[in-house]
């Protein structure tokens, strides 16, 4: 059965809920209405206030304030230990499942479904002075995210391609990486997340043409259902100059195709 320990973490992070907040604009403060419910229900409302979408692959960082993510941890470790409570894992003897339900509710908020709850990575541009006009290549970039059907992994690679104008802003090449990781570390399915980064890399750099193509392997086939260990999916955005130059595009397709 649930011990008392929720109350007191409730009662902890409806007072950090009224923190200072990142950005004026969107943050806000808890009522006194939110005091003693579940932290989620309070960050929930503040979404709703703003009538904004709230979907497994969206990001809600500006309506969580500091502080808050570890709160966050506490509420989800107190459910899923109802889960393996549920599962009839016996929790209390056995010494491999004693802290699983912390361990999963840290593994969820910090890394594997972070994407959600910080703020996108700061993206340092510079101007093209060399009047760069060239086809780049980014990749094989190693992703980690899971299918918000089942929360089953998706592990797999992701190749961008990039080609500048005269007037294109770059970034570094680490930042791609970066920018990659934040949009994959959410529940989703790869159809939407590369559609989703594409269209961030062309509102950053605004170039003549960007490509992504991704290739994975998803557990929710290999691990169960069908369980086909060989199978894998692949899929392509091809933006600008890559869809209307079929010349670019298989360039740009030969290039990542070379192990």
């Known amino acids: 059965m649930p011990t008392k320990k929720p109350a007191a973490v409730k009662k902890l992070t409806i007072k950090k809920a009224g923190a200072t907040k990142k950005k004026a604009s969107t943050k806000t403060t808890s009522s006194k209405d939110d005091v003693g419910l579940p932290l989620s229900v309070v960050i929930r409302r503040r979404i709703e ?10 990001n809600i960082a500006a309506f969580i304030q ?3 993510l570890e709160g966050l941890v506490d509420e989800v470790a107190e459910k899923m230990q109802a889960v393996l409570e549920s599962l009839v894992i016996d929790t209390e003897n056995d010494h491999n499942t004693k802290n699983t339900s ?6 969820y ?5 972070n ?3 910080v703020e996108q990575p700061t993206l340092t541009k510079f101007p093209n002075v060399s009047r760069l006009n060239e086809l780049m290549i980014i990749g094989p970039i190693t992703v980690r995210s899971a299918c918000s059907h089942h929360l089953c992994p998706i592990m797999g690679r992701i190749w961008i391609g990039v080609l500048p104008s005269k007037e294109s802003a770059l970034i570094g090449l680490s930042k791609y990486s970066r920018l990659t990781e934040w949009v994959m570390c959410r529940p989703q399915i790869q159809e939407e997340a590369v559609v989703e980064l594409a269209d961030m890399l062309e509102k950053k750099i605004k170039p003549i043409g960007v490509a992504v193509v991704m290739d994975a392997d998803h557990f929710c086939m290999q691990w169960r259902g069908v369980k086909d260990r060989d199978s894998k999916m692949i899929n392509s955005v ?3 100059a890559f869809l209307k130059d079929s010349n670019l595009r298989r360039e740009f397709l030969a290039l990542i195709d070379r192990k």
Do not use: I, L, S, T
């Not at 206030?49 to 969206?58: E, M």
């Open 238 to 240: 091809m933006r600008g």
């Open 109 to 113: 908020v910090q890394e594997v479904f």
């Open 102 to 107: 912390r361990r999963v509710a840290k593994m």
């Open 115 to 117: 994407g959600r709850y």
């Open 66 to 68: 500091p502080g808050e």
């Open 49 to 58: 206030a703003q009538k904004a979408r709230f979907h497994a692959n969206d």
